[in-house]
């Protein structure tokens, strides 16, 4: 099969990743618009992948995996990766994980910086970090050694979150900072997360992104939230909410030209909405640019 070059159809940039312009996730709910769509006429530059989803698959998802690989570069988006546990690193998982890279090809890997359980059992969701300087040494050690065992580096995503280490001893954007630094990973800023944990833990969302290392920024990620009560909660099932578009135009302020996604996980509508919602995105860095 003719695949495209992972270089993508964008310029290198940040630990010489390119930049492959706009994307969305790869949702089974679109499958029947990819495969008679013609290409040319898909609205996107690239997809994403939930990593889990391809993990021993070969069924019908995968095929349509192989169209969209002849005619745009994909990333592997994960969540088990679960840096900040204490248990072991799961190598059979990563094991897997490095194969399917070899097979796909993708731009990058991605996943993100949190713990997804211990002693063995896996929660299945995305468990907030302690934010000490030992968690902090204890990720860092564990995120390089993944990136040696995969041959490459990984780009970490910060999470939302819905409550707060007593312990804590640092703010979430400089454990993200340091923990870049110290393992050389890139970072996958969730512009709809920063939005998220902002209102339930009550920091400034702009104070976060000024505060990152713009030269390590690879991705964003743009979603909706659902409110609940006071708490709002990351489920990705809304367009992106109004209050998250200046914050992407200052994201894109300080960091430049990153490729952007939009994630549609559950109510997923039709792939015409998600390809409004990049058009927002759009005319959003146009007045950035004429700014």
Known sequence: MNRPSPSGNGRARRLGLPDPGDGVGLRDEHFAHLMRTPPAQWGVGWFEIISENFLDNHGYARAVL????????????G?????????????????????????????????HVCWT???GLNT????PMPLTEESLRH??????????FLGRPIVLENPSTYLEFAVNEMPEWEFLSRLAE?????????????????????????????????????QFHLAGPSEHGELLIDTHDHPVP????????????????VPGLVEWDAAVPPFETLLAELAKARRVREAVSDA
């Open 124 to 127: 299945h969701d995305l468990l």
């Open 242 to 257: 109004d209050a998250v578009w200046p914050l992407y135009a200052r994201a894109w302020r300080h960091c430049g030209p």
């Open 66 to 77: 192989d169209h969209v690989l002849a005619h745009r570069p994909v990333v592997m988006h």
């Open 117 to 119: 359980g211990i002693a």
């Open 182 to 218: 110290l393992s050389g990973c890139g970072l996958l800023l969730d512009l709809n997360n920063i939005h998220v944990s902002g209102t339930n833990h009550g920091f400034d969302p702009v104070h976060y992104v000024d505060a990152v290392p713009a030269d390590r920024v690879v």
């Open 139 to 148: 990720t860092a050690d564990r995120a390089c050694a993944v990136q040696d």
């Open 79 to 111: 969540v088990s990766m679960s840096l900040g546990s204490s248990d072991p690193l799961d190598f059979a998982y990563l094991r897997k994980l490095r194969d399917l890279a070899a097979e796909l090809r993708p731009l990058w890997i991605s996943d």
